[in-house]
């Protein structure tokens, strides 16, 4: 099935604007389902001189007419000619004759949609006769809102051109609405609405008030006041805004109604959102505290690197200086691994960086005064979870850290070349050097041991251990030594 988009494009005579104004109406017409208690429906004319359904709308107040999805759908010939009355209107226009909907009765009112001087398409209000039948008070101030706003798109006047939305907002009518005059006086107040204000604290009577004194009453010294608030209560501008008072928090967002000599009102959506601004500062909190903890440790194990760098200093002896000093580099990988961490709330990392200081950190950690050892990497790592970024930075650290000590001994200059795939969490890594050759660094297909062997180790535990993986040593083609590693990643990541 074609997408709105899709279907915008294979419409006739729509330009960039006309297709962004369609856009913002369907963004935002779910309102009007609601408040009207009825299905929409948007028309546009085809390029062939028919009619094609190019977006539908169900309300959430009450069920819909509709369980199908009519989207695409082309309508019968016998009711363009209806259609082609509708578009020529200048308002909204009844349908001459009702429909069968199931079991329902249905009637269809037609909206010309009106941008800058032409018709777009329609709005079909799909109304079910039997929900205008004994209505009491909310429902009848519900669905007169309701047509105003139907009747707003046949004069340019909705969806809002000016409007500045915040994305926080996501009141819909059954949270709660008032309806307000011109001037700012609340004339109807929803059953919800009065409970989101009860829970602000607000005591008094609501109807024939100001909204706005209402509103500002509960608030107290050092209460936050965002700007768009007095918009918002007084319905003068399309803006949303939050009140918050006495421990609670109200999200609130203005539909100004026009008729044709201008502003005639408001409805003001609410929504109680105290639970979720709560959750939301437990998150914020909970946040901040794993940030402080990854820094904390970046922090400790600094430390630590620190003392064993003063140990080696000190030691007459060159083997414990050697392993003292290789103990320091592999605590210095694993804190920067944590100042990764600590850059975000996430326990996620971006891997390319983390691994491009280690790589250049061990590698001026291993070379003598006179060598000159380049890098270059093809792919990319991606981003990548802690749990796996720490083991394998220390492996990759490893193979570096043996092709510069051993492969280079006694050579001045040398590069090593790290060649990334990734698929999901698939990752295949291959660690190329120039250097003396295979015989130097591998014994038997593994990293060669010297001193403890603590890195041959570290490779295969965590390779073949933790990854489930293998690596494989094996000369380069040109000279020096290849080592493949494939391994799989505990936790997938996109890239």
């Known amino acids: 099935m074609a997408d709105f988009s899709e279907i915008l494009a294979s419409c006739d005579g729509l330009d960039e604007g006309d297709r962004e104004w369609l856009h913002h109406l369907v963004a935002d017409w779910q309102v009007i389902a609601d408040l009207s208690f009825a299905d929409l429906l948007l028309l546009l004319r085809t390029k062939g001189g028919g009619y094609v359904v190019a977006d539908q709308c169900r309300p959430s107040t009450v069920m819909s ?4 999805d009519v989207v695409g759908r082309t309508l019968p010939q016998e009711e363009v000619g209806e259609l082609e009355r509708a578009m020529a209107s ?8 009702l429909k069968i909907i199931g079991k329902a009765t249905v009637c269809d009112v037609y909206a010309p949609i009106r941008h800058q001087g032409k018709t777009l398409g ?8 039997a929900t205008r039948e004994s209505n009491g008070r909310y429902e009848s101030e519900s669905i007169n809102a309701g047509k105003e706003l139907f009747g707003m798109i046949t004069r340019g006047q909705f969806p809002y051109s000016d409007s500045v939305l915040n994305q926080r907002h996501n009141a819909r009518v059954a949270d709660g609405f008032f309806i307000l005059t011109a001037g700012g006086i609340v004339r109807y107040a929803s059953p919800n609405a009065i409970s989101c204000f009860r829970r602000l604290g607000s005591v008094q009577t609501m109807s024939g008030q100001y909204l706005s004194e209402i509103g500002t009453s509960l608030l107290r010294k050092n209460d936050p006041v965002p700007d768009s608030l007095p918009l918002v209560l007084t319905g003068k501008a399309a803006v949303d805004s939050e ?10 967002r203005s539909l100004p109604l026009y008729g044709k000599d201008g502003r005639t009102g408001a409805i ?4 109680d959102v105290t639970e979720l601004r709560r959750r939301e500062k437990e998150l914020q909190t909970k946040d901040a505290t794993i940030l402080e903890i990854h820094h904390r440790v970046k922090n400790n194990l600094q430390a630590v690197s620190a003392l064993l760098r003063l140990q080696a200093r000190r030691t007459k002896s ?32 971006d891997f390319d960086k983390v691994i491009s200081n280690l790589i250049k950190m061990s590698v001026d950690l291993a070379t003598t005064g006179d060598q000159h050892i380049t890098i270059s990497y093809v792919g990319k790592f991606g981003m990548m979870p802690a749990q796996d970024a720490t083991p394998l930075s220390l492996v990759l650290t490893e193979l570096v850290n043996n092709a510069v000590e051993h492969g280079f001994e006694g050579r001045s200059r040398g590069h090593i070349t790290i060649s990334v795939g990734r698929g999901g969490n698939n990752l295949n890594v291959v660690v190329e050097d120039d250097g003396n050759g295979y015989h130097t660094e591998s014994d038997d297909g593994k990293a060669r041991s010297y001193g403890s062997g603590l890195g041959s180790q570290i490779i295969n535990t965590f390779v073949t251990n933790d990854f489930g993986g293998t690596v ?11 080592v493949v590693i494939n391994i ?5 990541q996109e890239s």
Do not use: F, Y
């Not at 007419?65 to 199908?68: E, G, H, S, V, Y």
């Not at 009140?243 to 609130?252: E, I, Q, Y």
């Open 243 to 252: 009140l918050d008072a006495n421990g609670s928090a109200v999200s609130m």
């Open 488 to 492: 799989k990643l505990r936790v997938a």
């Open 90 to 97: 200048k308002a909204v226009l009844r349908s001459n004759r």
């Open 122 to 129: 329609l709005v079909v209000r799909e109304t079910n006769m």
């Open 268 to 271: 003001v959506l609410c929504r």
């Open 318 to 349: 060159e083997e414990v200086r050697k392993e003292l000093e290789e103990a320091q580099r592999r605590v210095q990988t694993i804190a920067v691994v944590h100042e990764g961490l600590s850059q975000t709330a996430d326990e996620i990392v």
């Open 65 to 68: 007419l509709r369980n199908d």
């Open 472 to 482: 494989k040593w094996e000369p380069r083609r040109d000279g020096g030594t290849r």
